[in-house]
């Protein structure tokens, strides 16, 4: 049995954003005031999850949520690291305590908050709501804005560029093959199709394709397979939004500790565009291809990736700024306008939490 205060924080945790909706954590219970979270990361199969640090940035979503949760039960949560074990398997004990301190107004938000990949209004942010935005992410981190028509177009094109990547990599085929949900409004822990961003048939062609290595290879090469995708689902919703956004901490993380409190920060950025009536949607892969490059590690057993990659990294880096970019901890899109009526959904708790060994 899952002592009552604990169930009802971690009913709400759950719903923490994370790569792909992989959710990697589990809960165990220590007793009523202590709560163990036992994360993990997928940089063994998973081209995105570079050492781990996407993963680790969940996780910071984590964290933050639930003590967003715990403080709508009066409750302050604190969170130890259990330092001893290894990154890739990364242990937090959370403590709760009663607080006097009224709920964060965030609270509302945890479970409306989603991914919206969808084109949005392009109706620009007002001042009100980029310094509320910037508070929300903190004292440790700033905000760069790109949201003038000229740099809208050339971040969509970055992206439109980036996807062309993404679509013909064999490593990240096998990512996007596993946690696609076909025929799905909802998933529970995967991606549905219906909230990909794309119309109903190249969705169809697309499951069709996708069903093999060697479908996807032909049509791309042969009949231009990813660019209507690439069309839909990153030049037009990189045009229209009001702004893309790139959030920097105060120096370039390094330790998973780094990545986890900007994780926190993004949850809170996030939070906040919801509470704001704003859509979000995160564009991290040409942050973590850039990185590849940086450090000049391989990424694809294709000849050329490589530099399609350089190029690419260079222009993020032109965009954000060559001193900046390392510091660039999260880059994402933002608007007006409804919300996704297809979403990832999550685990139940009876999934999530482990059972005592
Ligand atoms: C660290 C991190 C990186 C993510 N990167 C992307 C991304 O590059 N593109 C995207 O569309 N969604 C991205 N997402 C969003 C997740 O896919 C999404 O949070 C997850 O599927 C759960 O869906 P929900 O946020 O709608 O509940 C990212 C989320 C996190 C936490």
Redesign the pocket.
């Known amino acids: 049995m899952i002592p009552r205060l604990l169930a009802d924080i971690l009913e709400s945790a759950r719903?923490a954003?994370?790569?792909?909706?992989t959710q990697p954590w589990r809960f165990e219970v220590i007793d009523d005031h202590h709560l163990a979270i036992n994360a993990f990361d997928t940089r063994d199969h998973c081209v995105y999850d570079l050492d781990g640090h996407?993963s680790q940035?969940?996780l910071g979503?984590l964290l933050e949520t639930l003590a967003i949760a715990a403080s709508a039960h009066g409750m302050h949560a604190e969170f130890r690291r259990c330092t001893e074990l290894s990154d890739t398997h990364p242990r937090y004990v959370a403590t709760l305590n009663p607080q006097d301190q009224p709920p964060d107004p965030l609270f509302p938000c945890i479970r409306t908050?989603?991914?919206q990949?969808r084109p949005m209004r392009t109706t620009p942010l007002t001042a009100a709501q980029k310094t509320a935005l910037q508070h929300a992410a903190g004292n440790a981190c700033s905000i760069r804005w790109f949201d003038t028509r000229a740099q809208r177009r050339q971040l969509a094109r970055l992206m439109f560029d980036n996807a062309k990547l993404r679509l013909t990599l064999p490593e990240a085929y096998t990512v996007h093959r596993d946690i696609i949900q076909w025929r799905s409004r909802y998933s529970d822990d995967k991606?549905p199709d219906q909230?990909l961003g794309l119309d109903a048939m190249t969705l169809r062609l697309m499951r069709w394709v996708m069903a093999s290595w060697q479908r996807v290879a032909f049509f791309n090469t042969y009949l231009s397979g990813h660019l209507v995708p690439r069309i839909e689902m990153d030049l037009l919703p990189g045009l229209f939004c009001a702004a893309h956004f790139a959030i920097l901490s105060a120096r370039a993380p390094q330790t998973i500790d780094d990545y986890v409190a900007a994780?926190r920060a993004?949850q809170r950025f996030w939070l906040t565009a919801t509470h704001l009536g704003l859509q979000l949607?995160?564009?991290?892969?040409p942050l973590i291809f850039g990185r590849y490059v940086r450090e000049q590690r391989t990424f694809s057993r294709l000849p050329g990736m490589m530099d399609t990659a350089t190029e690419l990294s260079a222009r993020l880096s032109r965009l954000m700024g060559d001193s900046l970019v390392e510091r660039v901890v999260f880059l994402g899109r933002i608007g007006h306008g409804p919300p996704?009526a297809s979403?990832?959904l999550r685990l139940s708790l009876e999934r999530l939490v482990e059972r005592e060994k």
């Not at 949607?281 to 892969?285: G, N, R, S, Y």
Request: net charge positive.
């Open positions: 719903w954003p994370s790569g792909d909706n996407p940035m969940a979503a908050r989603s991914v990949r991606v909230a994780g993004v949607q995160p564009e991290m892969t996704a979403r990832s």
